[in-house]
């Protein structure tokens, strides 16, 4: 069901209506920018599907009654949707969900709507839980940890858990909750590399790799790598709704995408809201790299300081000490080298992280587009870019994880 809304902008009360697909999200963000002033107009819309009513709530903008629209704007909660426009160009009838269903067909349709039901579910009745066990983790309340993984795995626990219990535990909960968002993902693909690269490390390189665990992973490094693992995911998982419309993407062939991109869009979320999750993910993971160039330098080169070959004006960078002294832009020559583990890192494009962090971007209306010095993307491309790195930011995850529990068992070992 489509329902036409009219609301005037706050600011320079131009009318737009509002073509909302009615969706199966209780309470669903929308978010559009007027063509006009450039103000972001920001709705909650709300739906009662048992008794079949709706409502909304809005931010700079105000319902009215029946007037000539000057905009016409597609929203959906869950789907993505024409982009505004100043004429009525939509055919009666050919509403976002039967495009959708055109688009990729009812069985890819089926198991999209089920995937993002079951992970907005998730979302809503666990992520406080999921979040509160993880800052037990980072607090160190091994007490209360203990007795809320027992809780939710289901096992018992007499008084606290060993390290590596907690470790195994903490994992086997975090990874259970984020399978929930991979959305037709190649995440198993990944988790199967990574088996093999570790598996690896422990036989051809048994003795380096257990010099670099004992020596190199202390309790403070690892502790702050999974701060700031836990803070990428949650920049991430905190505004799952935003992202909805963009997993769609992942069930369509990849030659299609660029098409996408340029006649549709979403309404769930704006640049605004998004932007900052880039530089997120982007600080935190560079940061955490460092622990992966090491895992590089021993699987390629047998040894955790012997560093690649990589000239950075002019000089050798070909000791951890210098590399550590790097900008980030430096740094990230490492993570683009073809080693090892840096396949599981997310791709970071340079131009757009600096527009980003120095407020050097345009916003283009009818385009529903970003332009940033002479380059551009489209809203619903960043949108779904940022939703592409969540995958690899899990295998990151995972490998440090790894590392944990390997260094537990090395310790446990030489005791």
């Known amino acids: 069901m489509v329902s036409n809304i009219l609301v005037k902008c706050d600011v320079c009360e131009a009318i737009i209506n509002l073509k909302w697909q009615v969706g199966h999200i209780d309470e ?9 002033c450039l103000t972001v107009l920001k709705f909650t819309l709300y739906t009662n599907n048992e008794e079949v009513t709706i409502d909304l709530k809005s931010k700079n903008a105000t319902p009215v009654k029946r007037t000539t629209p000057k905009y016409y704007a597609e929203t959906s909660s869950e789907l993505l949707t024409f982009k505004i426009s100043n004429q009525q160009n939509i055919i009666p009838g050919y509403t976002p969900f039967i495009r959708s269903t055109q688009m990729i067909g009812l069985d890819k349709y089926a198991a999209f709507h089920e995937s993002f039901m079951r992970a907005v ?88 790799f257990n010099k670099f665990l004992i020596d190199q992973c202390s309790n403070e490094v690892l502790l702050g790598n999974d701060k700031k693992l836990y803070r990428t995911i949650s920049s991430i998982l905190s505004n799952y709704y935003y992202f909805i419309p963009a997993t769609f993407l992942n069930y369509l062939p990849e030659g299609e995408i660029d098409q996408i991109y340029k006649d549709y869009t979403l309404t769930t979320t704006n640049f605004l809201d998004v932007k900052d999750i880039y530089i997120t993910v982007y600080e935190n993971l560079i940061e955490v790299y460092q622990l992966l160039l090491m895992l590089n330098n021993i699987l390629e080169r047998g040894n955790h300081s012997l560093m690649p070959d990589i000239k950075i004006d002019g000089k050798e960078i070909n000791t951890l000490a210098k590399y550590q002294k790097l900008s980030k832009a430096h740094k990230l020559k490492f993570v683009e080298l073809n080693e090892g583990f840096n396949i599981f890192m997310p791709k970071f494009e340079r131009k757009i992280r600096n527009a980003i962090g ?42 440090i994880q790894d590392v944990k529990i390997q260094r537990e068992i090395a310790i446990n070992t030489i005791r």
């Not at 669903?28 to 006009?36: G, H, M, Q, Y």
Request: glycine share 0%; net charge negative.
């Open 28 to 36: 669903a963000p929308v978010s559009i920018v007027c063509p006009d």
């Open 121 to 208: 579910y998730i979302h809503k009745e666990h992520n406080h839980i999921f979040e509160r066990i993880n800052e037990l983790y980072l607090n160190n309340n091994i007490k209360y940890l203990s007795l809320e993984l027992a809780k939710q795995l289901d096992i018992e626990v007499t008084d606290s858990f060993s390290n590596e219990e907690i470790i195994r535990h903490l994992y086997s909960y975090n990874i259970n909750y984020f399978n929930t968002f991979f959305h037709n993902s190649d995440f198993e693909e990944f988790n199967s590399q990574i088996l093999e690269k570790m598996n690896l490390m422990k036989t051809n390189r048994y003795e380096e």
């Open 358 to 399: 120095h407020e050097n971007w345009e916003y283009i209306p009818y385009e529903h587009m970003v332009k940033y010095g002479t380059d551009e993307v489209y809203i619903l491309e960043y949108v779904y870019n940022c939703w592409s790195m969540f995958e690899k930011i899990i295998s990151v995850y995972k490998i």
